[in-house]
């Protein structure tokens, strides 16, 4: 753990987390939100996912967009206009009780939403070394899922309460402070998009790129269906506050998951760690479909996120090592639009499936897509090759060096 407490010695690396933390913690607090604030409204969990599916489709919808945007022009304008627009929207959909309208402001919504986390992967580069990019990379990946942590308790205990109208304004309220927050930061104001290379290369033409958009099209789908299920069984059960304690030790386990990938991530390469914490992940997931809003899903959670925080730092590593030059927010941000495409059709999908079937056959499909996304990555391994030497500080991040004059 000696190497975290160095990591902060980097002048601004505590204000890089520390300003986007409440926005990200209101991203944690927005999903669920919504699904008890519609569900309070019409009384009906399969619309509650509905809304929660339509919004994320809206935000997956613009991400690649958005990442391209950051990547020829900067992030201080964008944070500084979608931000507000955001929080805005947030006050307008708690103030709206017509079905309607809570499906249209959910669409809006999510429109708006605000590159947060596209952001500030990319400053990194800005605050440390090349030899630190790892560790900063899982201490971002922690940084997330802390506020996943936070959000989801946060906005459960507000909207069980007798103050459930306030859920909405606390999340409408830590977006604009973390993001105006992050807006005004020197490192956020002076950042410089990477340089574009010569002969340029389509990224949809790129094959990780596409091998990675089908993966993430399974876990999209499996991931977005268990974001609804569990409040949907919770819901169904009558013990809706038991969401909180799931998510919460989902997000707790997912930071020392990270904490972890990012200590003992060296010793193998970034795409044999994927893979060997892939199948752990899976393997995992296998008793999901059996465990009740209890302990048994408590725990299931758990594991769940402990294999998947090291899985994200893996990801990262992957990602960063055969993506196009000139791509460092683009490439993530159109995987984030497939994958959460994907994610909003299986939180629409699973509200209804919980409600109409059986919450048990909702968690099933996301342990069944987590294994197709083991079986593409050991198919197509052959596509992330340069993902797969050995990560030494003078070898693996030179790569990233070559790619990148300025960040990521």
């Known amino acids: 753990m000696n190497r975290y407490r160095q990591l902060f010695a980097f002048p601004n690396a505590w204000l890089l987390v520390i300003t986007s933390f409440p926005a990200r913690i209101a991203y944690g607090m927005v999903g669920l939100g919504i699904f008890f604030k519609v569900e309070s409204e019409l009384e009906s969990v399969a619309i509650a996912g509905l809304a929660v599916g339509i919004n994320a489709a809206a935000g997956a919808a613009t991400a690649g967009v958005r990442g391209m945007i950051i990547d020829r022009y900067g992030m201080r304008w964008p944070l ?16 709206t009780s017509d079905k309607n309208l809570l499906l249209l402001f959910a669409l809006l919504l999510g429109l ?85 290379p010569e002969v340029k290369i389509s990224m949809w033409r790129h094959r990780p790129l596409q091998l990675l958009v ?36 989902l997000g707790v386990a997912n930071i020392i998951g990270g904490l972890l990938g990012g200590l003992v991530s060296k ?57 196009p030059q000139g ?36 968690l099933g499909i996301t342990t069944i897509c987590i294994g197709f996304g083991y079986i593409i990555l050991t198919i197509g391994r052959a596509r992330l090759a340069d993902a797969n030497k050995l990560p030494t500080d003078e070898e693996d991040l030179a790569a990233m060096k070559d790619n990148s004059p300025t960040h990521q």
């Open 80 to 95: 500084r206009i979608q931000v507000p627009a955001y929080s805005f929207m947030l006050l307008v959909l708690n103030a």
């Open 214 to 249: 089908v993966e993430g099209c399974f876990i999209g789908f499996g991931w977005g269906v268990f974001d609804v299920a569990v409040p949907a069984y919770a819901t169904l059960e009558n013990v809706p506050h038991r969401t909180a304690w799931i998510f919460a030790a």
């Open 112 to 196: 708006t939403a605000p590159p947060i986390n596209l952001s500030v992967r990319p400053l990194w580069r800005d605050v440390v070394s090349d030899d630190w990019l790892r560790t900063a990379y899982a201490v971002d990946t922690a940084a997330m899922s802390a506020a996943g942590v936070v959000g989801p308790v946060i906005v459960t205990t507000l909207a069980v309460s007798a103050y459930s109208e306030s859920a909405l304004v606390v999340a409408s309220f830590l977006m604009a402070l973390g993001g105006g927050s992050l807006a005004m930061t020197k490192i956020a104001r002076k950042w410089i998009p990477e340089a574009k």
């Open 327 to 362: 791509s460092p927010t683009g490439m993530m941000g159109w995987l984030w639009s497939i994958e959460g495409v994907m994610m909003a059709i299986g939180s629409a999908s699973g509200g209804w499936i919980s409600e109409a079937h059986s919450p048990h056959i909702a």
């Open 267 to 323: 010793r193998t390469t970034p795409l044999g760690a994927l893979r060997k914490t892939y199948l752990a992940w899976f393997l995992i997931s296998l008793p999901l479909a059996f465990t009740y809003p209890d302990w048994s899903m408590v725990i299931g959670a758990a594991f769940l996120g402990l294999v998947g925080g090291a899985i994200q730092v893996f990801y990262w590593e992957v990602m960063e090592a055969v993506r």
